[in-house]
């Protein structure tokens, strides 16, 4: 079965440099959630789109951003990265038509600022 | 916060043993969730719980939900060698059976099964 597809699985940038992350979710689904989890942390929900608008936000920096564009893939943009920004970024899906249930997660990309 | 608390914070079993991992959260939940992550992996949903549910079964793995008390238990039999990972709790917190949707992770359970 497909799974949620993220790319790239690691970057490495230099601190205030710009970064995107991206997200295919799996086919039908059409919500899409991005987590933070830094090391040795929890996850930490980011930002959610449901039909390619924002559904809900939470510790999100505002140097980061988002959207979910008409294939339902979606993109976080980082900008001006901080050390602190090294963390593991996850995008997980759902038919939100269900309304309730299993989040779907993508293998993360490992994002390192030097 | 609805954060979740996880204890213990690390489990260190032997294999056959049985592993329970404690959960709590803090506010009205639609459904409890746990997942597990493999060292630095991505997490793989294990087993959802509603909150009119009181038990669950899949496999080896038991799930209780004590709605009065907002905690939630995870039982592995049997363990093995393989189990050893992270285990997280997730809420997915709403009134009324709306769900917001997103998840809120407890602080996770590093359990170690020695074959």
């Known amino acids: 079965a497909a799974g949620v597809i993220q790319s790239p699985r690691h970057l490495i940038k230099e601190k205030r440099e710009t970064a995107t992350l991206k997200c295919y979710p799996i086919?039908?689904?059409?919500?899409v959630y991005w987590y933070q989890q830094g090391p040795g942390q929890d996850p930490q929900f980011l930002i959610s789109?449901?039909?390619?608008?924002?559904?809900d936000k939470g510790s999100i920096p505002d140097r980061f951003s988002a959207q979910q564009f008409s294939d339902y893939h979606s993109e976080l943009n980082m900008s001006s990265l901080e050390l602190g920004d090294s963390a593991l970024y996850f995008c997980?899906?759902?038919?939100?038509?269900?309304?309730?249930?299993?989040?779907?997660f993508g293998p993360g990309t490992r994002l390192t600022v030097l | 916060s609805q954060q979740g608390e996880e204890d213990p914070q690390a489990l260190s079993i032997q294999e056959g043993e049985n592993a329970t991992m404690n959960c709590s959260y803090k506010?009205?939940?639609?459904?409890l969730q746990w997942y597990r992550q493999n060292s630095g992996r991505g997490l793989v949903h294990l087993i959802l719980i509603r909150s009119n549910e009181r038990e669950k079964h899949s496999g080896r793995l038991r799930v209780t939900l004590d709605t009065s008390k907002k905690s939630s238990s995870l039982l592995i039999t049997a363990s093995r060698a393989a189990d050893t990972a992270s285990y997280f709790c997730a809420t997915d917190w709403g009134l009324g059976g709306t769900s917001y949707g997103k998840l809120t992770f407890g602080q996770g359970t590093i359990l170690t099964v020695h074959p």
């Open positions: 506010t009205s939940i639609n459904n």
């Open positions: 789109f449901y039909e390619k608008m924002q559904s």
């Open positions: 997980a899906s759902s038919p939100a038509g269900t309304g309730v249930g299993e989040q779907f």
């Open positions: 086919p039908r689904h059409d919500t």
